[in-house]
């Protein structure tokens, strides 16, 4: 089985404008983005619409691939990169969704979902953490995900699911395991193009969440429960602090 991962990369993000060139320890985010991918994945491309995001990439050797600017999702740019490989006769079976602002992404991540696709009725997977903290419970901007015996997504949320009813809202952490999704997905190729030819549904627009439209037209979505965290930076603060990670490992 083939593995393609794809690193989407906007420039435009509303939070952070132009943070995959923002420098880390003197290097561009993207930059380690890429490194550390291709330490588990043999192929890997950047998918960007921004010609200095390109440059950046071409300047320190990785792949990289122009997109069209209306893509509203990073899920629609990988299907493009698909598209424009298979038309040249690149194939891949399962394509990975590699974030673009995780500059020290964990490569245990990235291996859980290529172990996750020895399954051959996985069409998607994607990862969660357990939630040890009651501000993330409650928090909007944390996307909660509830599965069933066999793994697989039943839904995912902004607010807290389930609701316990049995136990007051400050204990809910220790009277349930609470997950929380990190946006990492792979897609078997086929998969990948069905999903994108949808349209946004109900519930998607009701959260603001594109994988209910994958559930919610039938397409299975295996979730692989991790203890190792995701370090994502949207905002200002986390790319000053990723920095003086980085410091402070350095020194």
């Not at 921004?50 to 691939?65: K, P």
């Not at 501000?135 to 996307?143: H, I, K």
């Not at 997950?179 to 349209?199: C, D, F, N, P």
């Not at 439209?213 to 602090?241: M, Y």
Request: aromatic residues 6%; proline residues 6%; glycine residues 8%.
């Amino acid at each position: 089985m083939n593995f393609l991962g794809i690193i989407p990369a906007r420039f435009a993000s509303s939070r952070l404008p132009g943070k995959p060139l923002a420098d880390i320890g003197g290097k561009p985010m993207i930059r380690w983005v890429y490194e550390n991918t291709v330490k588990e994945l043999n192929d890997v491309i950047v998918a960007t619409d921004h010609s200095g995001i390109e440059q950046a990439v071409l300047d320190f050797g990785g792949r990289v691939m122009m997109t069209s600017p209306d893509h509203p999702s990073g899920t629609d740019r990988c299907a493009e990169v698909t598209q424009i490989l298979a038309g040249s006769g690149q194939e891949y079976d399962v394509i990975i969704n590699i974030q673009g602002d995780e500059p020290f992404i964990n490569v245990s991540h990235i291996r859980l979902l290529k172990n996750a696709f020895s399954d051959p009725d996985t069409q998607i997977a994607t990862l969660a953490n357990p939630i040890v903290e009651g501000s993330e419970l409650l928090d909007p901007n944390v996307v909660k995900v509830v599965t069933g015996p066999l793994g697989n997504a039943l839904y995912f949320s902004r607010s807290p699911i389930p609701y316990n009813r049995h136990v007051a809202d400050d204990n809910w952490v220790t009277g349930h395991t609470y997950l929380k999704h990190l946006g990492m997905y792979a897609y078997r190729s086929e998969v990948l193009q069905q999903i994108t030819m949808l349209g946004p549904s109900p519930l998607e627009k009701t959260e603001s969440l594109e994988q209910l439209r994958w559930l919610e037209n039938g397409f299975g979505i295996r979730v692989l429960v991790t203890n190792d965290p995701s370090q994502g930076i949207d905002t200002a603060g986390d790319l000053e602090a990723a920095r003086k990670n980085l410091k402070k490992q350095q020194d």
